[in-house]
């Protein structure tokens, strides 16, 4: 018996250093990544190449995300074509490519630059026929939410990364299931891991009624590291949800754990919503066809595929266009998912930008470079996991030794311990450099926003991490005006009252213990 044991140790030992030199080969581009596997790998030696194989390792990832991005780029090609029928959108467009006279916002024409990156890295075509609201608590955000899905005429299309399985997500999908049994176009795309313990009959009450429902990457053992963490709504095509929301009764501030849920949505009714559309269709076009295969994260089980909706047709007024969907069909490109938007007395300037594995550079990541760099003023920042990666941190630093007021805050209840020591690492630098640093006390702090010069803000989907930046499939709203920067500034600044600052004293202060957790947290942080 001692025989057995020792030989299979043996073989995994030698499995571990052939992992090792597959991590070496794999992750060659990025040597931090490297050697935070390779730490893994030794601390767990028989075990750390099921760790990397589940959360590092895809060999399938190129070829299946590769394959996403050219049904992506067919799609755009078409809302590109679509798109430049319209003058209005040529004019805008070539004054973005001229990084002039875009931004019509005084002493805020640097800003131009940032357009003009965010169209080059991720196809973000600026619009300015945009009307913007902002939620900072999830009551107010679904109120607002089922109101549009009770009045919507034509289409409702919805995706999540978490969907828990309680009161709230019953109500939305009854409300769903309503609209779609009325012949509405009502299709609904959620994450395989963030909705990994979701049980499929959830979603029953909405295919029941017609309305259709797919999962992105199921998560099969391999594709664990890769999360669409993207949350969308799109209403008939002109009103737009995006934001940190999940849905769940803990994102209304009814959870023990974590007690008052402090987030930040947006609204959007105008031409930006085109764009979150696109964004849609493309997921929705890959997970076509895909069951809601859920269960335990270590075990595949063959379900029955979701029941086939009824036939429905989508229609606009003015449009010419009628086209017909069924059950597993992908979504065929069809104008009548555009329509035109009417002027806006109060036009907000906006942008939604995609990063992902899916997209050819990360360019979230990018843009918060560039508007970090360009602030001359302020720089405020809401994120609940802090790991900004070299850049990123750099550029901050860099900020606040010109003398640019850079303030970031992050949660005092963290959610992912290892996350929260790492990025408390992180802070420490940002203190020398003479930045303030703030421990949000009253609840969860979930907020993803960065709010630029009192005239620039982004909110959305991403953390501030190099999760987000690197792996995750994230959308983020950039906005160009001066009345959403001031708000989100106005309770950032609200917000400092129920928190804790991170001073150079408090942080001297810390425990053995806690610099112990903080030092391996910080070697693990270009993976978590």
Not at 24 to 42: D, F, G, I, P
Not at 303 to 309: D, E, G, K
Not at 348 to 370: F, L, M, N, R
Request: hydrophobic share 40%; charged share 25%.
């Amino acid at each position: 018996m001692s025989y057995i044991i020792t030989t299979l140790l043996n073989i995994l030992f030698f499995v571990n250093i052939f992992i090792s030199v597959i991590i070496v080969l794999a992750e060659r581009k990025n040597a931090a990544v490297t050697w935070a596997w390779l730490m893994v790998a030794l601390i767990v030696p028989y075990f750390g190449f099921i760790i990397y194989m589940a959360f590092g390792f895809d060999g399938r990832r190129h070829k299946a995300f590769n394959v996403k991005a050219k049904m992506d780029e067919r799609i755009y090609d078409e809302f590109f074509n679509m798109k430049m029928q319209d003058s209005d959108f040529v004019k805008k467009r070539s004054g973005v490519m001229d990084r002039s006279g875009v931004i019509d916002i005084k002493d805020a024409r640097y800003l131009d630059e940032v357009v003009y990156l965010n169209h080059i890295s991720g196809n973000a075509e600026y619009s300015e026929d945009n009307e913007i609201g902002v939620f900072f608590e999830g009551e107010e955000k679904f109120e607002s939410l089922v109101e549009d899905i009770r009045a919507a005429k034509d289409y409702i299309h919805m995706q999540y990364y978490i969907v828990r399985n309680d009161a709230l997500s019953r109500e939305i999908m009854k409300e769903l299931a309503r609209k779609a049994a009325e012949g509405l176009e009502v299709r609904f795309l959620f994450d395989g891991m963030g909705c990994v313990l979701t049980p499929k009959k959830l979603f029953k009450p909405l295919t029941d009624a017609g309305g259709q429902a797919a999962v992105f990457l199921p998560p099969h053992f391999v594709r664990l590291n890769y999360r669409n963490h993207r949350k969308i709504a799109v209403i008939d095509g002109h009103i737009g949800y995006i934001g940190g929301l999940n849905i769940g009764s803990e994102y209304l501030g009814r959870s023990k754990r974590f007690g008052h849920w402090r987030d930040a949505h947006i609204k959007i009714d105008g031409e930006a919503v085109h764009y979150m559309e696109t964004r849609f269709m493309m997921d929705w076009n890959f997970s076509s066809g895909n069951s809601a295969n859920i269960g335990a994260p270590w075990k595949r089980r063959k379900l029955a595929p979701f029941p086939a909706p009824k036939k429905a047709t989508l229609k606009r007024e003015g449009s010419g266009v009628r086209g017909e969907r069924s059950a597993g069909d992908k979504m065929p490109f069809n104008s009548g998912y555009y329509p035109r938007i009417q002027k806006k007395a109060f036009s907000v300037g906006a942008q939604i930008v995609s990063s992902g594995p899916d997209t050819k550079w990360p360019a979230v990541q990018y843009a918060y470079e560039k508007m970090i760099l360009k602030a001359y003023k302020s720089v405020y920042v809401q994120t609940p996991y802090f790991i900004p990666g070299d850049s990123v941190m750099d550029a901050l630093r860099v900020a606040a030794l010109s003398g640019v007021d850079v303030r970031i805050m992050i949660p005092a209840r963290p959610d992912h311990p290892f996350v929260y020591w790492a990025g408390l690492s992180y802070l420490s630098e940002l203190l020398d450099a003479g930045a303030k640093c703030y421990q949000y006390e009253n609840g969860f702090l979930h907020s993803k926003f960065m709010v630029l010069d009192s005239l620039a803000s982004s909110i959305g989907t991403s953390n501030m991490d190099v999760r987000s930046f690197r792996l995750n499939f994230e959308i983020n709203a950039f906005i160009y005006s001066h009345r959403i920067a001031a708000e989100l500034e106005e309770r950032f600044l609200k917000d400092i009252d129920d928190c804790t600052e991170i001073s150079p004293k408090w942080y001297a202060g810390r425990s053995r213990v806690t610099r112990a957790k903080e030092a391996v947290s910080r070697l693990l942080s270009p993976i978590l």
